[in-house]
């Protein structure tokens, strides 16, 4: 495995590392060539390229400070030491990163759409999300990713000239197409993008950049694998149970063997390093494999792929589908899980109700913004304000509106 990631290799075109303190891009990175630009132009900044910008406006944004509070699988009361969306979304982009180093793609663009791809979710993790989506389904439905999207374009409000962040094309492009190429033009995500399109099509049925391609799967590497370690920690899981799992329970067997101590926490720790380091290994390797054979030698080529080429390898792909199968069984839908999430998707529902037919419950600033539109426009109105919230004001404002909340333990 060292040597598949050997950081010393001489730079080929096709993801070869290049020696420390070398970055020169590969041609198929995006920043080989020049960013499409700004729906609205900006002069270039003196000391950041254009994804560094993206990345720190994320990072300054008030939707990733609310990451905080907002749910990965356990509520934020229910230990200090388990993922929250904001870690969550750190750990992807530092996963994103590692690979995109390995490629010699761009690391700033990679790392933006990791810290960015959550944004538009709601509170209570995928709970809110479906209770949001039920309570929408008359209006247009919820999808989290596409409301990644509206916080980037219209919600955060901070600049003068203009609504959103004001990423580049790559930004949004990335974001839009974070689980592949949207083949049907009638799809919310298709619909949510109609104004950008305006602006410049964003090639919606092509794959996205190869960065955006990898944070995509980093997403994937972060939440398998920490989700292994706070289901262990949370006692839904053992190391006898974790044994039938693939991927996950040939290395729990082994790190048990070494550790002598079935669940000490540095043995669940040494699980889920394994894993990580496993699945990065094998995205870098089959990538490397698919970029020799597609012999990319522009940011182009990777889009117009007939597949994805930042990607597992088939083996792994069919381990981590049962390492999912294995996780809905055993972590999302324990009992004790699905208890809370049922009473957490009861809060949204009710919040969106009222919040919809007495919009002066809302703040005075919502309230105002929702009188004069039409009832789809203020339900999407209701639907922005519910999924800002994180998991303790919604909390708190059910307390404040209604007479029983239920005790989310």
Not at 1 to 7: F, I, K, V, Y
Not at 392 to 400: D, K
Request: hydrophobic share 40%.
């Amino acid at each position: 495995m060292a040597s598949t990631l050997n950081a010393n290799s001489d730079a080929d075109d096709y993801g070869q590392s290049l020696r420390p303190g070398e970055r020169r891009p590969a041609p198929y990175a995006a920043s080989s060539v020049p960013s499409l630009g700004r729906v609205y132009p900006e002069p270039d900044c003196l000391t950041r390229g254009p994804f560094q910008r993206d990345r720190d406006r994320i990072l300054h944004s008030t939707a990733f400070r609310r990451l905080t509070y907002k749910t990965q699988v356990f509520l934020f009361h229910e230990g200090d030491h388990y993922r929250s969306r904001l870690t969550h979304s750190l750990e992807v982009a530092q996963i994103a990163r590692t690979i995109a180093r390995q490629l010699r793609l761009d690391e700033d663009l990679a790392e933006a759409l990791a810290l960015a791809h959550d944004l538009g979710h709601s509170p209570f993790g995928h709970a809110g999300e479906r209770a949001l989506d039920g309570a929408m389904q008359d209006f247009g439905g919820f999808d989290h990713n596409v409301q990644s999207v509206r916080v980037v374009t219209t919600l955060e409000r901070k600049y003068l000239a203009f609504d959103g962040l004001n990423l580049t094309w790559e930004m949004l492009e990335g974001l839009v197409k974070h689980n592949g190429p949207v083949r049907e033009r009638a799809s919310a995500v298709a619909k949510s993008v109609r104004k950008i399109e305006t602006w410049q099509s964003l090639d919606l049925q092509s794959w996205a950049s190869a960065e955006a391609q990898t944070a995509s799967l980093a997403d994937d590497i972060a939440y398998l694998s920490h989700d292994v370690d706070d289901g262990l920690r949370a006692g839904l899981l053992s190391f006898d149970t974790l044994a039938s799992a693939a991927l996950a329970g040939p290395i729990s067997e082994d790190v048990a063997r070494q550790a002598g101590a079935r669940g000490d926490s540095r043995a669940i720790y040494e699980v889920t390093r394994r894993m990580i380091t496993a699945m990065v290994a094998d995205v870098v390797t089959e990538t490397r494999s698919r970029l020799r054979v597609l012999a990319p030698r522009s940011p182009a080529d990777i889009r117009q792929a007939d597949d994805a080429v930042v990607a597992f390898s088939p083996a792994m792909r069919r381990d981590l589908a049962a390492l999912k199968e294995f996780l809905f069984a055993h972590v999302y839908r324990h009992p004790k899980v699905m208890n809370v999430m049922s009473n957490a998707e009861g809060i949204i529902s009710d919040l969106f109700g009222r919040y919809l037919s007495v919009p002066e419950t809302m703040p005075q600033a919502w309230a105002k913004a929702a009188a004069p539109l039409n009832a789809r426009q203020r339900a999407r109105l209701v639907a922005d304000f519910v999924s800002g919230q994180t998991d303790r004001y919604a909390i708190a404002e059910h307390r404040r509106l209604f007479a029983v909340t239920p005790d989310l333990r």
